[in-house]
């Protein structure tokens, strides 16, 4: 997990290839049991819109969306409990990669977890739910590549494209941490089936 190679475009975003490889059995054993007590779900958006990415959440607190907004809860909408527990791979998994990108003492309590059948992608858009901006973003991504398009603070700056791997992590805070994202289609690889998951890990309550 601990390899070194990393890339930093703007100051607050770095690019960690492959950081997530070695642990990519526990984490997708993870996955498996979070989504058995919560399952990913396509929710709806303000505006009446059904996202084409289907998501879950696990930790104490999960990211939501529905015809009222976007909010984080203490509890699943689905099954009126609790979000299952952030398994212990992925807390170290995290908290090592906001280290590796230069963010110390990092300590989420949600992540999202987004499954990208084919065709679903996610449009360009801020992660600005949270309670505190000086905690950073991970996001981790398994599975089938996708295109990742990283944009500035402002909506019309300029943006660059990057390819996000199976085992790939990318990091972004401090003054990188409210810019401007989007993540396309999962891609064909040969002999596997195309499917991409996501794991973005957030602070969002105090
Ligand atoms: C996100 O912005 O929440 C997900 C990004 C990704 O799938 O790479
Ligand atoms: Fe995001």
Request: aromatic share 8%; glycine share 10%; proline share 8%.
């Amino acid at each position: 997990m601990l390899q070194s190679t990393q890339e930093t475009f703007d100051p607050g975003i770095v690019l960690l290839p492959g950081f997530a490889l070695s642990e990519r059995d526990a984490l997708r054993a993870g996955i498996e049991a979070v989504t058995d007590r919560a399952p990913v779900r396509r929710m709806q958006v303000p505006g009446g819109h059904t996202m084409s990415v289907a998501m879950t959440n696990c930790g104490a607190l999960g990211w939501v969306a529905d015809a009222h907004g976007y909010r984080y809860s203490a509890l699943d909408p689905l099954s009126d409990l609790p979000w299952p527990a952030m398994p212990e791979t992925f807390l170290r998994l995290a908290r090592a990669a906001a280290a590796a990108g230069g963010f110390d003492g990092f300590e989420p309590d949600v992540c999202l977890i987004n499954r990208y059948e084919p065709g679903a992608r996610l449009s360009m858009h801020r992660d600005v739910d949270e309670h505190d901006f000086s905690h950073p973003i991970v996001s981790v991504s398994l599975g089938s590549p996708a295109r990742f398009v990283i944009g500035g603070l402002a909506r019309r700056d300029p943006t660059r494209a990057v390819v996000l791997h199976d085992g790939d992590v990318i990091v972004w805070g401090g003054p990188a941490r409210r810019i401007h994202h989007a993540a396309g289609s999962p891609r064909r690889r040969a002999g596997q089936p195309t499917l991409r998951w996501n794991l973005t890990f957030r602070r969002a309550g105090p």
